[in-house]
Structures are given as structure tokens and as C-alpha cells.
């Protein structure tokens, strides 16, 4: 069912977990008032319910000090069920390099699910110039290499609100595989635009390929 967008507005400010997360979190934060603005969304009742607390997409509940202690390092995201296609598309065509490989591909399609994410803002420490099996040992247990779509949504959305090129001169290699078998990068965020390519296999290092982290 749909919410009217006066109903909606009331909501954002007077939900107290997001006021707060915004509070925390300053300009790392892009929230459902944040998608409403620069995407022009109209959350559902089904989206306003899943987002009502701030809980990962899994359903796990991102505490107050987690935020305090990540409020430098990562953002915060309300994410709504959108492919890469539709933000290249529809949401943001300008901010995009001017690519037609992946048009066709699965992994643009993909929409995600609704929830928060909380997205580390630079490569993991320590992750460019290896091979993906190293990469993926850098994590911790409660930390999981974000999508495509989570990294495109961020790195767009964050752009929105303040104008930063978030990861700088490097790519973000993400689990989602292009039609021969290869992951995606996404990066190299400059004037050209959003960028994306596939590496040639998984023992693949480049000085400029790192890995981002999400929370569970």
C-alpha cells in the first residue's frame, strides 16, 4: 500500500532511531529523507517497516556505538530495491561513465533489499594489490564484502549530498560475477563518471583493486 508523501515527510522527522543516526552519523548519513530528495523516492508501508529500525538488511540491529565508532569511517545508507541499471538510468545518468557492457549483465539488474547498510568509506585496510581469497580473509566475522548494487547506491547517494568520490582512485572488487565468470569492480569515480569492469580471475591483483565491508 502506498503512503502519501506528507505522511511519509511526518514520518522522517519524527522517527527517533533515524534522527538519531543522522545526528551521529553528520554527513555520512543518507537516510530515507536523503533517498526521497536526491532519488525521489515514495517509500511503501512495507519499506517504512523494514527500515523503522536501523537493522541490516540480515535484520541485525546497528547500535548507537557502532555508529559512534564508524561515524569517521563509513556510511550509513537507508537501501531501497533498485538496480544499477534503474540509478544509471533513471536516478543519476550523469554521474555514470559512458559504458554498455553491462547492460545486459545480472549483477546491474539486481535490486537488493531493503534495509540499512553500513559501508565502509575507503578500501579495507591493507586490501588493494591482492588476490580476492586474501581479500576476503582481511574481514572480520561481522563484516561482509558489499554487492555491486550496495557499492553503486553508496558511492552515488554519498555523491548526492556532499559531492565527495568516494574510494578515490581505486576499485571496489565485489562478489557478484559478469557473465564470464569474473567479479565486478566498481570505482574509479571521477568527472568521467562511475566505472565498472571485471577482472580476468580471482588470483588477480592490481594496486588499485580493494575490497569495501559492510556490516552483517
Not at 4 to 20: G, I
Not at 76 to 94: D, T, W
Request: aromatic content about 12%; hydrophobic content about 35%.
Amino acid at each position: 500500500m502506498g503512503m502519501s508523501m506528507e505522511l511519509v515527510r511526518n514520518y522522517v522527522t519524527h522517527n527517533k532511531p533515524w534522527l538519531r543516526a543522522s545526528e551521529i552519523m553528520g554527513r555520512n548519513f543518507f537516510g530515507v529523507g536523503e533517498n526521497i530528495q536526491y532519488f525521489n523516492f515514495l517509500p511503501s508501508e512495507r519499506d517504512i517497516d523494514a527500515l523503522s529500525e536501523i537493522r541490516t538488511p540480515r535484520g541485525r540491529l546497528i547500535s548507537e556505538k557502532q555508529l559512534i565508532e564508524c561515524r569517521d569511517t563509513h556510511i550509513l545508507v537507508a537501501m531501497f530495491k533498485v538496480s544499477i541499471l534503474n540509478i544509471r538510468f533513471q536516478l543519476a545518468p550523469e554521474l555514470f561513465s559512458d559504458q554498455e557492457w553491462y547492460e545486459g549483465q545480472s549483477f546491474a539488474k539486481e535490486c537488493g533489499a531493503v534495509g540499512w547498510q553500513l559501508v565502509r568509506k575507503t578500501p579495507v585496510d591493507g586490501s588493494l594489490s591482492r588476490c580476492w581469497d586474501e581479500q576476503q580473509r582481511l574481514l572480520n566475522e561481522n563484516e561482509e564484502i558489499p554487492s555491486a548494487q550496495v557499492v553503486t547506491y553508496t558511492t552515488i547517494g554519498h555523491f548526492k549530498v556532499t559531492g565527495d568520490h568516494l574510494f578515490g582512485r581505486t576499485c571496489i572488487r565485489c562478489p557478484d560475477l559478469s557473465s564470464k565468470n569474473h567479479h565486478v569492480f566498481v570505482g574509479h569515480f571521477d568527472i568521467g563518471g562511475l566505472k565498472f569492469d571485471d577482472d580476468w580471475n580471482d588470483t588477480f591483483c592490481r594496486y588499485d583493486v580493494g575490497v569495501a565491508s559492510v556490516l552483517k
